[in-house]
């Protein structure tokens, strides 16, 4: 399990700016005219990213570069994810149909937006520069620890995740498969019809070559 991690788990971070865009990309996905179920499922996708996306920050990445720096932009970052955990709570406890309910989630993505800019041009940098031969090592340490983090909510995070999409990107993906299903069908129709006139050509050649028909071989006949 542990090779295969290790080939497959990015730098620690390279995951954890895949974690940012990841957020963000759902975020994009949000607007204020969209239906409460769709709205709850889009932020609630983006809190449960970020509850285990801080986690592994926290229990990984900040203590590892912690041991080789430390800058004001590491010492603020704990307390700016007990800020976005309450921001969360908050969301959690609204009813989507509220009239304050986009209000408080961009301000949640706000704190994150500002929180994400000092990682990426200050802490992730520092890391890359200061203990660049470990990064590799802690990226599979942080894929392990995600497989945790994410296996109780795997139903809910799935879930979410078919109800944040449109309905029409649904469609479009269910009329491309259909379509894929469709054209693999008629490319096996041609082929079975051109390996069967390959064929019925063979056994005319076949019978071609073969010796005449004589009356003592009956058994011949009809071949």
Not at 56 to 62: C, R, T
Not at 129 to 151: F, I, N, P, S
Request: net charge neutral; aromatic share 4%.
């Amino acid at each position: 399990m542990s090779n295969v991690l290790s080939r497959l788990s990015p730098s620690i971070t390279s995951m954890i700016r895949m974690d940012h865009s990841h957020v963000m990309v759902t975020f994009h996905k949000y607007q204020p005219d969209l239906s409460p179920g769709r709205k709850k499922a889009i932020v609630d996708t983006c809190c449960r990213a970020l509850e285990i996306h801080a986690q592994l920050e926290e229990e990984i990445f900040y203590p590892a570069l912690g041991e080789v720096d430390r800058s004001a932009a590491l010492d603020k970052s704990r307390p700016e994810h007990d800020e976005m955990r309450r921001l969360v709570g908050k969301l959690r406890d609204m009813d989507p149909a509220d009239g304050n309910y986009d209000g408080a989630f961009y301000e949640l993505i706000r704190d994150v937006m500002h929180h994400v800019a000092d990682e990426e041009t200050v802490l992730l940098p520092q890391a890359e520069r200061l203990m660049k031969d470990r990064l590799a090592d802690l990226g599979m340490q942080m894929t392990k620890r995600r497989l945790q983090l994410v296996a109780p909510h795997s139903g809910e995070i799935a879930v979410n995740t078919a109800r944040a999409m449109p309905a029409g990107t649904i469609l479009l993906a269910g009329g491309v498969l259909a379509g894929l299903v469709m054209i693999a069908r008629r490319a096996g129709h041609r082929s079975h019809g051109r390996w069967d006139h390959v064929d019925r050509r063979h056994h005319a050649d076949d019978r071609r070559r073969r010796v005449p028909v004589r009356e003592e071989q009956p058994e011949l006949i009809g071949i």
